[in-house]
């Protein structure tokens, strides 16, 4: 197992954090993150994928690691890299969302970071070439247990608290002729999908839409995405971050709870999937 505790339960503990005490991470801590960091796998697409676990070392430094004030008080961000020619989002999703879990196994408060940062300040402090872009960062750090005034009115704002329910994300056959996919018919699969549902994502719009073929263990991830929300020569594209979220949440918990499978690129030939995009599939034995 990747974690100590349960996959569900970290994935149903984790919040976003928005404010950190200054203290610095014990040694200790910070030498298993690293580890972490340094044994990250590739995701299913290959992608070349690095990730950072960047400190502040003072308050007057010449770097200043901007979030346009939603983050206060972090001292230490886990930034991730990827090539700008082949930026390999949805591997991106994947593997940040590993990390996040994992810090949340070490009881450290974390916040996806993706349209609210200084890109060129984080990659300034990492040396990046121009090569190199950063899709999204996290803080990682020791929060206070009461969410602040300000905090509240932010997670208010962005609808951390609103999820979908199943009957807008999960179909059976045909995401828009056969009808919303119930719990009874997923049976063994609705926890994984379930942890789906919880899975943060930018905006919290849920983009992922997944169809189950009649019949089969064969769960199809589309991309529905939000009109307006990827404008043009915009370099990063948030919601195929969110597809790779989705996609480690329903492994993870698919194989906690031993369910046999791997994703495959097989996109369904005879499901309907208007204005959906196909990422991927989880062929279940």
Partial sequence: MIFQQSSVDLIKARSSRRSYSK????????????????????????????????????????????????????????????SAADPGFVDFGYLMERIVLFLTDLNLGTCWLGGTLDRGEFAKALNLPDSQIIPAVTPVGYTESDRSLREMIIRFGS?????????????????????????????KYSLPLEMVRLAPSASNRQPWRIVKEVGKQHYH???????????????????????????????????????????????PEKLA????????????E
């Fill in 159 to 187: 609808g951390s608290k609103r999820r979908k329910g199943w009957n807008k994300l999960f179909f059976e056959g045909n995401p828009e002729g056969s009808g919303p996919l119930g719990e009874e018919v997923a049976e």
């Fill in 221 to 267: 991830f589309f991309l529905r995405r939000t009109k307006g929300y990827l404008k043009p020569k915009q370099q990063i594209d948030l919601q195929k971050i969110d597809m790779g979220i989705a996609m480690f949440h329903f492994e993870i918990v698919a194989k906690e709870v031993n369910l046999r499978g791997k994703w495959e690129n097989c996109p």
């Fill in 23 to 82: 203290r610095q991470l014990e040694p200790e801590v910070r030498e298993k993150i690293e580890q972490f960091l340094a044994q990250s796998p590739k995701g299913f697409f290959g992608s070349e994928l690095h990730f950072n676990l960047l400190e502040k070392t003072s308050e007057d430094e010449k770097v200043k690691l901007g979030t346009y004030g939603f983050i206060r008080g972090a001292q230490t961000f886990v930034v991730g890299a990827t």
């Fill in 273 to 284: 999937t208007t204005n959906a995009e196909y990422i991927i599939s989880w062929i279940g």
